[in-house]
C-alpha cells in the first residue's frame, strides 16, 4: 500500500459527483509509452474502497531506455476498475484510467504533463472517460465563478439568482452522466455514474395519512429509502473504485439510527444485497465489522458480536486465515455476556478492609456502579473524585450504590486510596488471587472501566464515566415512565 494526495480526475469526480466491457479473457495487457521518460520505475495502482491517499500496488515494472513498459496479467480474478500509472515515487506524475477484465490498450504519455496530454489507442472507454473529465473541467470553472459572484452578490435577489444558475448547471451535469448511462449500459463509467446519484427527494410540503399534518421527516426517509437505488452492489468493480468507503460511511453515520438493533438490520439488509460476490462482500463485511468494533457509541459492542456470530462463525469470511479468524471469535465470545441488555456476570471478591466476601449481585439497590480501577492509574486518579463528588450530589438519593474492584494486589495501598478519596461509603473489592476474572467477564482492558446495573443487575449502561452516568439514569427513568404511560393506555 502507499499513500498519495488525490488528483484531478477523482477529485472532481467526487466534488461534482462508448465503453463496452470485454469478458473474453482473463486480466489484461498494458503496454505504456512514455516520451520523456526512461529507465524509470512505474507502477500499476488500484483503488480498493477507500479513496487517495489509501492506493494499492497491482504490479510493478521498469522502463526501457526508450520509454516503454508493459503491464501484463492473466489473473482469472482481476474484474476491472479506476487505475492509476504512478511513474517513480512523486505524487504528480500519475494519472488514471478505467480498465475492465480483458482489455489490450496502448497508453502514450508525456510525464512533464501529467495528469494532461494522455491518449489510448484500442480503448474508447477512456477516450470518452477524457472527455467527460474535460467536461468536469469545465463546470467546475463555473461553479468556482458562481462562488465568487456569490461572495460579492449585496442582496437577497442576487443571491437568488447565483443559486438557480449554480443548480441548473448542477442539472445539466446531472443530465450528461444520465445520457451517458442510456447510451452505454453496463460500461462501467455507467456503473461510476449510476453509484455516484444521490437521490433528489420531491419538493413542496408533503403530509401525513390524514391530509393535514406536515411530514417533518418526509427528506429524511425519502433520501434514505432511495440512497442506494443506483448502487450495483453485485458489481466487484465499484470496490476497485474510490466510490464505496465514502458511500457506506455516510449511510451508517448520517441516516441509521445509532442503535444495535438498527445497525444489525441494516447490515443484514447491506449483506444480503452483495452475498455471493467477492469483492463487494469482502469490503462491506469488513467494514460494517470494524464499524461496529470501532463504535464510540455505548452498546454497539452488540452489533460487532451479531456480525461474528452470523457471519464470520458460519463460514462468510472466507478471506480470513483460521488464526485471524479465532482473533474475531475470541473478541466476540469475550464482549457476548457483557453486552447491554444481558445480566452483569457475578462477581465475587473479599473486601479489601474487611477480607469478607462480597458478592455484586447481593448488593440491594435501584441501580449499582460496577467500577474496575488501579489506585495507580493517572486517569483514575482524576476519574474518582469526580465520581465520588457525583455521587454525593446526585447519584446517592437515586438509589444507586457502587461497588469497586481494584485491579491491584497491594491492599495497604487500595485501602490508602480509598480513604483519600471517600470510598468508605462504597463496597471496595480486590482479587489477591487472580480467581474471579473479572479482566474476561468485564472484558476490562483498561481503567478506569465502570458499568451501570438496574436492580435485577441487568447491564444498561457500560465504559461510562462521571460526566454521562446521571444522563444515562435519567434516559432509563423516562424510558420506563413511557413504558408506564403506554401500559395505563
Known amino acids: 500500500m502507499i499513500n498519495m494526495k488525490r488528483t484531478t480526475l477523482i477529485a472532481l469526480m467526487l466534488l461534482f459527483g462508448a465503453v463496452t466491457n470485454s469478458f473474453a479473457a482473463d486480466g489484461f495487457h498494458i503496454q505504456l509509452k512514455m516520451t520523456d521518460c526512461k529507465d524509470s520505475l512505474v507502477y500499476l495502482v488500484h483503488y480498493y474502497g477507500k479513496g487517495r491517499p489509501t492506493i494499492f500496488i497491482t504490479d510493478s515494472t521498469k522502463m526501457d531506455h526508450n520509454g516503454n513498459a508493459v503491464f501484463d496479467s492473466k489473473d482469472p480474478a482481476f474484474v476491472g476498475g479506476i487505475y492509476i500509472i504512478l511513474i517513480g515515487d512523486k505524487e504528480r506524475t500519475n494519472f488514471e484510467f478505467l480498465l475492465n477484465k480483458g482489455d489490450n490498450i496502448s497508453i502514450t504519455a508525456t510525464k512533464s504533463k501529467l495528469p494532461d496530454g494522455v491518449k489510448f489507442k484500442n480503448s474508447p472507454q477512456n477516450e470518452q472517460f477524457e472527455e467527460y473529465v474535460d467536461y468536469l473541467k469545465g463546470y467546475s470553472a463555473e461553479q468556482e465563478k458562481l462562488k465568487k ?4 452578490a449585496k442582496t437577497t435577489s442576487d443571491t437568488e439568482v447565483i443559486r438557480k444558475k449554480s443548480i441548473a448547471s448542477s442539472k445539466v451535469l446531472t443530465k450528461y452522466r444520465r445520457d451517458y448511462v442510456k447510451a452505454h449500459p453496463g460500461a462501467l463509467l455507467s456503473a461510476v455514474f449510476n453509484a455516484m446519484e444521490t437521490p433528489e427527494v420531491p419538493e413542496g410540503t408533503h403530509y401525513l395519512e390524514d391530509g393535514v399534518t ?5 427528506a429524511y426517509r425519502y433520501y434514505k429509502k432511495h440512497y442506494w437505488d443506483g448502487f450495483d452492489f453485485r ?27 438498527s445497525v444489525e438490520k441494516e447490515s443484514d439488509d447491506l449483506l ?18 470494524r464499524n461496529a468494533e470501532n463504535s464510540k457509541v455505548m452498546g454497539m459492542d452488540e452489533a460487532f458480536v451479531y456480525l461474528v456470530e452470523n457471519y464470520y462463525m458460519k463460514g462468510d469470511a472466507f478471506w480470513l486465515s483460521n488464526d485471524e479468524l479465532t482473533k474475531y471469535l475470541e473478541r466476540a465470545r469475550k464482549i457476548a455476556p457483557n453486552v447491554i441488555g444481558n445480566v452483569a456476570p457475578e462477581v465475587k471478591l473479599p473486601n ?6 462480597e458478592s455484586m449481585h447481593a448488593i440491594k439497590g435501584k441501580y449499582t456502579l460496577i467500577v474496575f480501577y488501579s489506585p495507580n492509574c493517572g486517569h ?9 463528588s457525583l455521587y454525593r450530589g446526585v447519584l446517592k438519593d437515586k438509589g444507586v450504590k457502587i461497588y469497586t474492584v481494584a485491579t491491584e494486589t497491594d491492599d495497604t495501598t487500595i485501602q490508602s486510596f480509598a480513604k483519600k478519596h471517600h470510598m468508605q461509603d462504597w463496597t471496595n473489592t480486590w482479587d489477591p488471587e487472580h480467581t474471579s476474572d473479572y ?16 436492580e435485577k443487575k441487568i447491564i444498561r449502561g457500560k465504559r461510562l464515566d462521571h460526566s454521562n452516568i446521571a444522563s444515562v439514569i435519567e434516559m432509563l427513568e423516562k424510558k420506563a415512565k413511557d413504558k408506564a404511560k403506554e401500559a395505563k393506555k
Open 352 to 357: 479489601v478492609f474487611t477480607k469478607k466476601e
Open 380 to 388: 483514575c486518579q482524576h476519574e474518582m473524585p469526580s465520581l465520588d
Open 272 to 289: 444480503r444485497k452483495c452475498k455471493g460476490t467477492k469483492d463487494m462482500f469482502h469490503y462491506t463485511l469488513w467494514w460494517l465489522t
Open 149 to 152: 459572484e456569490l461572495e460579492k
Open 235 to 261: 458489481d466487484d468493480r465499484l470496490i476497485y473504485t474510490p466510490l464505496y468507503d465514502a458511500r457506506i460511511e455516510e449511510y451508517f453515520t448520517k441516516l441509521v439510527l445509532p442503535w444495535p438493533d
Open 439 to 454: 479482566h474476561n467477564k468485564y472484558d476490562v482492558y483498561s481503567t478506569p472501566t465502570i458499568y451501570l446495573l438496574d
Open 214 to 218: 406536515k411530514d417533518s421527516t418526509y
